[in-house]
């Protein structure tokens, strides 16, 4: 259930031309080589199963939050990427077998922030979106 939601995301941001090689899903490994920008990472927790009737133990509705870090080389790609992002969630209600999603929301973001523990330096943009689940 979860794994299916998380590939939804991910599919649909791997749709649009920009994004399609840029998108890494989950913390990138410490011991690979450096990824240099620009690239999208999204982290999509386990979700919050929410059993909703007493007589029930099976989760009846699982709300998910996605976090984004858009990144490049500088401030003007960073937006670029999450403008991109953006336009591919909003509005947009996944298909998940066996689940009704609700369209993606944006939750909020934060200014453009300098990274200079890498090198070289790049710039990001988080942002973060909510995905509401009901079992159909």
């Known amino acids: 259930m979860i794994r299916a939601h998380v590939d939804a995301l991910l599919a649909r941001l791997r749709a649009n031309a920009a994004l399609a090689a840029v998108v890494v899903d989950g913390a990138m490994d410490a ?12 982290y999509v927790d386990s979700g919050v199963r929410v059993v909703e009737r007493e007589s029930s133990e099976q989760p009846s509705r699982a709300d998910f939050r996605i ?4 990144v490049g080389v500088d401030a003007n790609q960073a937006r670029f990427f999450a403008e991109k992002v ?5 509005g947009w209600r996944p298909v998940v077998t066996g689940w009704a999603p609700q369209a993606v929301a944006h939750s909020r973001s934060q200014p453009v922030t ?16 909510k995905l509401a689940s009901r079992k159909a």
Do not use: C, E, G, R
Not at 86 to 90: C, T
Not at 114 to 129: E, L, N, R
């Open 86 to 90: 953006m336009d591919q969630f909003l």
């Open 67 to 70: 976090t984004t870090h858009s």
């Open 114 to 129: 300098a990274d200079t523990s890498i090198s070289p330096a790049s710039q990001y943009i988080t942002d973060v979106f």
């Open 31 to 42: 011991a690979a080589p450096a990824l240099l920008p620009p690239y999208v990472v999204v």
